[in-house]
């Protein structure tokens, strides 16, 4: 157990649906980031949030969104959903940033039929 | 934007066997990190460089941070079964607070 915990580990929705996944990072961590894995595109970082504020967002696409809350869990949200968003969704978290790397999560499996 | 370039994509691997890939990007970076992912689960971090030219070790795995900050490699010596699986070079960008830019990963697996 990694201490980040994602749920759910699967979800299966249909095109056009939204979804929240959601992240409970480390204890201790500050910062929480969103990756997406698909098979041909590896590891694309989504956003950064740092003590509840955005802090970099990288190949997220307007549909989807996500935020820090007080308790410094991170929902994203996945809207319209598409074919293409079929993919593992990762959730890291750190205490200050990156150059110490990140713990992941074991990943949301979004299946989108 | 900038890339990560990681080969071999995939290898094959007796047991014994060392094992090398690499990474190389066409930016400097001054983190370089190795991670293996399992599958069913998130990327597990086993090696940061922090230093150009820095050689580091964990057991038997060996990762250097290349003299020009463009480039890494990571070693396995005497593979075992459970190497067997998908190892990721990342670069951290932006700084201290910065985050991961991501390989697209080595995949390895064992020689049928």
């Known amino acids: 157990d990694s201490g980040v915990t994602q749920t759910p580990k699967h979800l299966i929705t249909a095109t056009g649906q939204r979804v929240t996944l959601r992240c409970s990072p480390r204890?201790?961590?500050?910062?929480v980031y969103w990756y997406q894995q698909s098979l041909d595109q590896g590891l694309q970082f989504l956003i950064q949030y740092y003590n509840g504020e955005e802090r970099a967002k990288g190949n997220i696409l307007e549909r989807f969104s996500a935020q820090q809350f007080p308790d410094l869990h991170s929902e994203l949200n996945l809207s319209s959903l598409e074919l293409g968003d079929s993919a593992l969704y990762f959730c890291a978290s750190s205490v200050v940033a990156g150059s110490y790397g990140y713990t992941f999560g074991s990943g949301t499996r979004l299946t989108v039929v | 934007g900038q890339q990560l370039n990681q080969s071999p994509q995939s290898m094959f691997i007796q047991e014994g066997e060392d094992v090398s890939m690499n990474c190389t990007s066409s930016s400097i970076f001054n983190t370089w990190l190795w991670y293996k992912q399992d599958p069913g689960e998130g990327p597990v971090l086993l090696i940061a460089?922090?230093?150009?030219?820095e050689l580091t070790s964990n057991g038997r795995l060996t990762a250097q941070f290349g003299i020009t900050r463009k480039d890494s490699f990571l070693n396995i010596s005497a593979s075992i079964p459970s190497d067997v699986g998908i190892y990721f070079c990342a670069g951290l960008v932006g700084g201290s607070q910065g985050n991961l830019i991501f390989g697209k990963g080595t995949k390895l697996s064992v020689k049928p």
């Open positions: 204890s201790g961590d500050l910062s």
């Open positions: 460089l922090y230093k150009a030219g």
